[in-house]
């Protein structure tokens, strides 16, 4: 096992791989929740899409760690489940086996584009310092999802966003986990996102903020509601609603996929020279998720970027994605137990994840315009737009622009040229 999954060459230990395929799961933990309760508002089956979400999670961590050799989670996208229920089946009105048949061939159509090495391609043609920007964009992303869900920052009329309550019992329970997880990282104690987590769970359980789960174990719900319904609606895909549906899953999911990929092996240290080995393996475990989700009976899976929190506590190797699929099964009969985790208790950890992942900003060329104008367009329009995937677009949209209005766009690879056209269609016709 040591052999397979290189830990002398990445010094790593059994201890420490596991440490961080629980950290990951716990952070993600919170899909297995949220997920039914989106694709539910669709007209789906909660149970279904429970089981859906977890084995979908299962599969493609254990793919991804086995094929690639990365620690990292594959689940259930946030953003595309929402984009499924309110934009495709309630805003478009179509109906949910129809939208799912669509997931469904947006994952083969990426299978095919794995298979063929093209999205490997596209992801290591990015400029280095794009490629930077992404990966800070994405920690200050989540580092504002965290605060978002400890309740530190909150909605506002006027200013869009301001401080939130933070003496409300939750937030103020946020807070405190997270002065302990700084504390036990600054006094260099390994997993001490991980012990913060746990700390900050019993402290809420003592104090009457979380409550204590009823029971253990739980009941799986059974797949028969959403199993298989991709297959009997096939013929309705070449709709021209349904087409732009397949188009959008292809293009938010390419990019959020590519940005997390370009994030999380930057942090572990896998990427090499501007590339990221085994990402053809990476990206096709990734495809291959989504076809088998939609299968089963969930939207798009997608690389989690919450896989950070994990590998900031010393996940390096495909292990930490195998305890990560461990724990999701587990989950499937201990579901009760998920009750305890909730927003306020990852929050820390994914504030603090982002801090970390924002460092790659250092590294970006800030003493040429056109590289920091597109650059600092990545970053902020993430956590602006709630989508990684914006982000890059308008980046990718900026740099070539930027380049050639310098005379340097023979420093521009052609495919960044063809990216540049295809983001200005998207953003003109289907945004």
Not at 162 to 172: D, V
Not at 281 to 291: E, N, P
Not at 304 to 333: P, Q
Request: with cysteine; proline share 4%; glycine share 8%.
């Amino acid at each position: 096992m040591k052999s397979f999954f290189q830990f002398a060459e990445r010094n790593t230990s059994f201890k420490q791989e596991s440490l961080a395929g629980i950290t990951t799961f716990l952070s993600v933990a919170y899909i297995l929740v949220v997920n039914p309760l989106i694709l539910s508002q669709s007209g789906m089956d909660k149970g279904a899409v429970f089981t859906a979400t977890a084995l979908t999670a299962i599969i493609g961590s254990l793919l991804i760690g086995l094929l690639a050799n990365y620690p990292i989670a594959i689940a259930p996208s946030m953003g595309l489940n929402s984009f499924f229920t309110f934009s495709v089946t309630i805003g478009m009105g179509i109906e949910w086996p129809v939208a799912l048949t669509g997931v469904f061939i947006a994952g083969i159509i990426f299978m095919i584009l794995s298979l063929l090495k093209i999205r490997e391609k596209i992801i290591n043609v990015i400029p280095q310092d794009l490629k930077h920007a992404v990966a800070s964009g994405i920690g200050f992303f989540i580092a504002f999802i965290g605060l978002k869900n400890a309740g530190m920052v909150v909605s506002d009329p006027d200013t869009f966003v301001t401080l939130g309550n933070l003496t409300s019992p939750m937030t103020a329970l946020a807070v405190l986990g997270l002065v302990i997880t700084i504390w036990m990282l600054v006094k260099g104690i390994n997993g001490g996102i991980f012990y913060g987590m746990v700390i900050t769970t019993v402290v809420g359980m003592v104090l009457g903020y979380i409550s204590i789960p009823s029971s253990i174990v739980g009941h799986v719900p059974s797949l028969e509601p959403t199993f298989g319904v991709v297959f009997g609606h096939l013929d309705q895909i070449f709709t021209p609603e349904l087409l732009a549906v397949i188009f959008t899953f292809l293009f938010v999911a390419f990019f959020d996929t590519a940005g997390a990929l370009i994030a999380l092996t930057s942090q572990a240290g896998i990427m090499k020279d501007n590339k990221i080995p085994n990402a053809g393996r990476a990206l096709l475990a990734d495809s291959s998720a989504g076809a088998i989700g939609a299968i089963l009976g969930t939207s798009t899976p997608a690389t989690s970027v919450e896989s950070s929190a994990g590998i900031a506590v010393g996940g390096r190797t495909g292990f930490t994605s195998v305890i990560i699929a461990a724990c999701f099964a587990i989950a499937l009969f201990f579901s009760p137990i998920l009750s305890v985790i909730t927003s306020e208790v990852t929050a820390p950890a994914l504030i603090i994840v982002g801090s970390l992942m924002a460092m790659e900003i250092s590294k970006i060329n800030w003493s040429q315009i056109e590289v920091v104008i597109p650059s600092f367009i990545t970053i902020i329009m993430m956590p602006l737009t709630s989508s990684v995937a914006t982000g890059i677009a308008l980046g990718f949209i900026l740099y070539p622009l930027a380049m050639v209005a310098q005379k340097r766009f023979k420093e521009v690879h052609p495919i960044m040229y063809v990216l540049c056209l295809l983001f200005t269609f998207y953003f003109i016709f289907l945004a």
